[in-house]
């Protein structure tokens, strides 16, 4: 069962920080840029957003049937629904859009807020089927928010995260880049003075491709959202990663 990666007040203040630069870059947006086509394949800002706005509601259910005891799915009608949701909400005029997004983040806030002290230990399954305690509902949404945040590319970079949210997200993400198939046995060092991180710690550390560099370049590219420039790599070619997410 996987546990919260700091603890609950430090989250609480990361989630609060990355909605609050989301709505400041909201702020900024036109109907041009929400129509615009995002970093992600197939997808439009229009789309990213709206993803936004349902993975709030999604994470509110989650609230919901910790609060309760009553099982609330994230997505209801399961991926399909989820999907279709995305894909007619994309559709939406630009404000109505922007709008769903501060609100469904605001809903999502005040639930959080309410939560009762003993529904923070009640386990919940995500949409992927993982059973965690709703303690660790905060850090789904960090991710969800900060990440989408440079996918949005308004230039916010993964250099803009405070530097203990980096921290705890380089493991995540190593974590879930292992898990996937065709992923390359790294040691990963994060600089300056970080324990290094490894996908494959089961082989020896002379077949592993050794990288290094700054927290933010490599979880740039980790994720696939940077190239991996300024990291420096032994052997000298940095290898093929699968897609993180």
Not at 129 to 155: F, N, Q
Not at 162 to 167: E, K, M, N, S
Request: with cysteine; hydrophobic share 45%; charged share 20%.
């Amino acid at each position: 069962m996987t546990r919260e990666p700091a603890p609950r007040p430090l989250l609480l203040e990361w989630l609060a920080a990355g909605t609050s630069l989301l709505n400041t870059e909201l702020d900024q947006a036109d109907e041009t840029w929400v129509s615009s086509p995002s970093t992600l394949p197939g997808w439009t800002t229009a789309h990213l957003l709206t993803h936004l706005a349902r993975n709030a509601d999604a994470l509110d259910n989650l609230i919901t049937w910790a609060a309760t005891g009553v099982e609330t799915p994230m997505y209801p009608q399961g991926a399909s629904g989820r999907m279709r949701d995305i894909e007619e909400g994309a559709d939406r005029p630009a404000q109505v859009i922007l709008k769903d997004v501060r609100d469904s983040a605001a809903r999502l806030q005040q639930s959080l807020d309410d939560m009762p002290d003993a529904a923070w230990a009640c386990i919940v399954r995500t949409a992927q089927g993982r059973a965690v305690p709703a303690s660790l509902i905060p850090w789904l949404r960090i991710r969800e928010v900060w990440i989408h945040l440079i996918d949005l590319s308004t230039g916010v970079t993964f250099a803009a995260l405070p530097d203990g949210l980096a921290t705890a997200l380089l493991p995540d993400v190593v974590t879930t880049l292992a898990g996937r198939d065709g992923c390359p046995p790294l040691v990963l060092r994060a600089q300056p003075g970080r324990a290094p991180l490894m996908t494959r710690p089961s082989e020896p550390l002379a077949a592993m491709t050794e990288v290094k560099g700054t927290t933010a370049q490599l979880l740039g590219w980790l994720t696939g959202r940077a190239s991996g420039a300024g990291l420096s790599c032994s052997p000298p070619s940095l290898p093929l990663l699968p897609a993180w997410l």
